[in-house]
């Protein structure tokens, strides 16, 4: 087995070790990183000052070769249990030509990894995977080694070959020379080469194929170090204590009320944060449950009965991303109109682990281990909490429980640095279940109402998308601590929301949200850039402030926008009494959607007919069958789904049976690890379709554990999932990660009309509204 | 504080500690084992399961005076990344997991389940893991790797 990654830069040897004696045990460290002699020794403690990120540019900023050849990999993208960790030491263990075992990946510490931004939306594969970053660095250090080797061995590099290492003279195999000889332990110097010639995926031995995650020995066995396993010497632990309410303040603080505890509690006030650290986490816990606050009342919660509608009554930010100027003539001038208006709730990421962070931070630096999606950006902002610059905050990523977003992973991380650095001790910190629900960043609410103008033949001549989305916060980037609660607590305010209406024109051609359906062509200066036929075409956003905090969640926009935009393409198509596959294949144009569409139906044995079904029963259980298709940003990956579901018509209760969902990501790197993405993304779409969402009463969020926020759980009746994997090695590699889930929800939805001949317009699709929505029928 | 008697894969420990504390407190700090976790505190998610006579419970939920002197086992207790136990290779074969923070909760309740019942029904599988959570949805591996293991084990 492989060594687990970053088992040098575990917290393991730090904590065997005290911080003075660190210097002189910690020789066994730096084998396999002799490169950074002297550097990784002192990772114990604050490095020194860091302030920029490695040049992307540099070759030396993503491979190093040690004097034994092993290699190191930097990757500015995190591993979020997705796989993406595997598939990026497949990529330099391919076109470097060694073992896989060879590579040791490093990602996100911003000590020595390159500044990627996020690890998010889809944008790992894209970014280290075509020609720039990661994998044009392992092809630029290849040609680089051939060239030296060409120079040593006194043959071009034409008869040369490369395999595990060493590279020979392909005639004569005792003319050979190692990796680890010819650079070993010095750098490149040399910068990443555009023109360097990346590795024929037909050539591909280690790429594009099914390696098995070598972390999962580990995490299996109970062995891995999460962020949450993070232990430094003399770490203390500290508790938050938040708001009762939504907008409260605070007006006092009791510090007496928790002096007699054990544990030798500290008190941490800053504006309106409130923590407790203590020398044991059940102290901490214990403490800040007997702390007394008192707060102020808050600024009070709208109704969550009519919120949906009351959206439209907001002070606005509008934003056109389409506006070809004919669609309210079309509108005015068609055969029929159809029109439509669909919800999408809040939802939570729900992480199942609630979020942690360690905190080191001292006079002269600060040393953070969290599960942020961002390094280089949280060192900004951490570095404003703490009122340092942020050339002296260290952000080092450990793995968190799965966050799919923007769970609570940097506002904890404000929390432990603002406990260390009051205490001038290291500080954990772990939220609890109910502060973890109650103030992350919901993935935001969208009120979306859709209209086409059709002609005589049925056909889409114009498409209307119009949406009201709050939003409240974001990730906080390199702007604002204040995006997320923390920052907010310590006075940091949140991205301003600046109303602004009318929209103005729009811009370049941007279809990152999918607000435009599939269907529409996406004409913008002058040249149709979407994956549809229909020309006449308006897509208006309508953003309002939020009540509650929002930011990214697993397909964020692109999952509500899809969710409307299929689910009304398959009203249209029943009312005109037409298949819903043949339906959408008339209004696309993009080959590479037209062929999910295509495949998914047939791996799925689609029966061409109108939906409902014309057989199904009106009581007892019904089954259907839906279909949904994507072309997730446009351009970063598609998918299509059949999903087949039985309704209960007494209960109202669903069981999806089988889904069969096809993606086309380009040139497939790991089937294995893109399998378990599309099964994953499946299930937790029907999940969020079924049960998920945030609720509040008129001061705070109430959804705050697993009784009043519904999740699937492991428990149930699993359905069938089938992939069916397009691969196109000749096309650019696209995100993988969020094409399943984006899609399901539709695809749900579809089938239970199909089944049932209800349509469900507002997600989640719970047994009381199919019930309400099943009385309605003649 | 009182002193607190565990044994907790096959070693004994004393600890000094409030009887009240959770179990999940005194493995993952105290002794500092990374298989059970805090996922809710509440006993709703199972990421904190460990085995006590043969049942899978919450130790998140469970004082440590309530289990002195009886036999705990962690997920690290059944099986090294080396050496790991039939139940964990069927895992690693299925390539059950994606973030792997839920592994406590499935793994250790349905190795209590197939202890129990060498030939569980799906039914019966279902049903023993509808308080447990996996946000990353790999449920159809988790329950391919199950089914391996419990064919292992009916062998």
């Keep these: ?778 | 504080m009182s002193t607190i008697h565990l044994k907790v894969n096959g070693e004994s420990h004393t600890l000094d500690l409030d009887p009240a504390t959770p179990l999940l407190y005194a493995l993952s700090d105290d002794l500092a084992l990374r298989g059970p976790k805090f996922g809710c505190g509440l006993g709703q998610c199972g990421a904190c399961t460990v085995i006590v006579k043969g049942q899978a419970i919450r130790s998140c939920i469970t004082p440590v005076s309530t289990v002195q002197n009886t036999e705990i086992t962690t997920l690290e207790g059944i099986g090294t990344p080396e050496r790991p136990h039939p139940i964990q290779q069927a895992f690693i074969d299925e390539g059950a997991a994606q973030c792997g923070f839920c592994m406590s909760g499935v793994m250790l309740t349905a190795k209590a389940l197939v202890d129990k019942v060498p030939h569980p029904s799906e039914q019966l599988i279902e049903q023993s893991l509808a308080g447990v959570l996996c946000r990353c949805f790999t449920h159809a591996r988790m329950m391919a790797a199950i089914r391996r293991y419990a064919a292992g084990v009916a062998k």
Excluded at chain 1, 19 to 35: D, E, Q
């Design chain 1, 1 to 778: 087995m492989r060594a687990p990654m970053n088992k040098a830069f575990t917290g393991d040897a730090r904590a065997a070790l005290s911080r003075r004696g660190f210097l002189k045990a910690s020789g066994a460290l730096v084998v396999g990183f002799s490169i950074f002699d002297g550097v990784e020794v002192a990772q114990a403690q604050f490095p020194g000052p860091v302030a920029l990120s490695p040049s992307l540019a540099q070759l030396d900023s993503w491979i190093a070769i040690a004097a034994d050849g092993s290699i190191t990999a930097y990757s500015g993208k995190e591993e979020l249990g997705q796989g993406i960790s595997t598939a990026q030491t497949q990529l330099v263990a391919e076109e470097l030509s060694v073992p896989f075992s060879k590579v040791n990946l490093i990602y996100c510490d911003t000590a020595y990894t390159p500044d990627q931004a996020y690890t998010s939306g889809s944008q790992s594969h894209p970014a280290n995977f075509n020609k720039s970053n990661l994998g044009q660095a392992a092809a630029t250090a290849r040609e680089a080694l051939f060239r030296m080797a060409s120079e040593k061995l006194g043959a071009p590099v034409t008869a040369l070959d490369a395999a595990d290492g060493v590279i020979a003279v392909r005639a004569d195999r005792s003319k050979r020379v190692t990796y680890g000889e010819l650079v070993g332990g010095k750098k490149f110097q040399l910068a990443l080469d555009p023109k360097a010639k990346r590795k024929d995926p037909s050539e591909w031995k280690i790429l594009g194929t099914p390696v098995k995650r070598p972390d999962l020995p580990d995490i299996m066995t109970g062995r891995f170090e999460f962020v949450h396993n993070v232990r430094v010497p003399e770490m203390l632990h500290g508790r938050v204590v938040r708001p009762p309410a939504v907008g409260a303040r605070v007006l006092s603080v009791d510090e007496a009320s928790v002096r007699d505890l054990p544990g030798n509690v500290k008190v941490v006030v800053k504006k309106d944060f409130v923590g407790v650290v203590a020398a044991k986490p059940w102290q901490a816990v214990q403490a800040a449950a007997k702390l007394k606050v008192e707060w102020s009342a808050g600024t009070g919660l709208p109704k969550q009965a009519g919120f949906a509608e009351q959206l439209r009554q907001q002070p606005v930010r509008d934003q056109f991303l389409l506006d070809s100027g004919d669609v309210d003539q079309q509108l005015k001038s068609a055969a029929s109109v159809m029109k439509a208006t669909y919800f999408h709730p809040y939802q939570m990421h729900g992480s199942v682990g609630s979020s942690c962070a360690v905190a080191d931070v001292r006079s002269d630096g600060a040393t953070l281990w969290c599960s942020t999606q961002a390094v280089w950006y949280q060192k900004t902002t951490c570095a404003m909490v703490l009122g340092m610059k942020p050339e002296n905050v260290r952000v080092i990523f450990r793995r968190g429980s799965g966050c799919y977003g923007l769970n609570g992973a940097d506002t904890v991380t404000y929390d432990a640095a603002v406990l260390s650095q009051a205490v001038g001790k290291p500080v954990r910190v772990q939220l609890s279940r109910k502060d973890e629900m109650a103030w992350e960043n919901y993935g935001n609410a969208y009120l979306m109402d859709e209209r086409v103008a059709l002609d005589a033949g049925g056909n889409i001549v114009a498409w209307d998308h119009e949406v009201w989305t709050p939003n409240l916060g974001n990730r906080p980037g390199t702007g604002t601590p204040g995006n997320v609660i923390t920052g907010k607590l310590l006075g940091f305010s949140p991205d301003a929301f600046t109303p602004r209406s009318p929209a103005p024109p729009p811009g370049n051609f941007n279809n990152n949200s999918n607000g435009m359906p599939s269907y529409v062509a996406g004409r913008i200066g002058g040249v149709n850039r979407n994956t549809g036929t229909v020309a006449s075409e308006r897509v208006l956003v309508h953003t309002v402030a939020s009540p509650l905090w929002t930011g990214p969640l697993r397909s964020p926009a692109r999952l509500q926008n899809t969710f409307a935009h299929e689910s009304f393409l398959d009203e249209i198509a029943a009312k005109l009494k037409a298949d819903p596959v043949e339906y959408r294949l008339r209004h696309l144009s993009n080959p590479r959607l037209r062929d999910m569409v295509q495949e998914t139906a047939k791996a799925a044995k689609w029966d061409a007919r109108p939906s409902p079904n014309p057989k199904r029963k009106p009581t007892g259980v019904a089954s259907g069958r839906g279909m949904a298709c994507v072309a997730y940003e446009r351009d970063n990956g598609y998918a299509a789904m059949v999903l087949e579901v039985e309704v209960n018509q007494d209960t109202g209760k669903i069981a999806v049976r089988r889904i069969v969902v096809s993606n086309d990501c380009g040139p497939i790197s790991n089937p294995d690890g893109l399998r378990n993405q599309l099964e994953g993304g499946a299930l937790q779409g029907i999940s969020r379709a079924l049960g998920e969402e945030v609720t509040w009463d008129d001061r705070k969020v109430t959804s705050v554990d697993w009784r009043s926020y519904h999740s699937l759980t492991v428990g149930i009746e699993v359905p069938t999932i089938e992939c069916v994997l397009v691969n196109r090695p000749e096309e650019e590699a696209t995100g993988a990660g969020e094409t399943s889930i984006t899609i399901a929800a539709a695809a749900l939805g579809n089938a239970i009309f199909d089944a049932t001949g209800v349509r469900l317009r507002q997600i989640p699709f719970t047994p009381e509204r199919i019930k309400a929505a099943l009385a309605t029928r003649a």
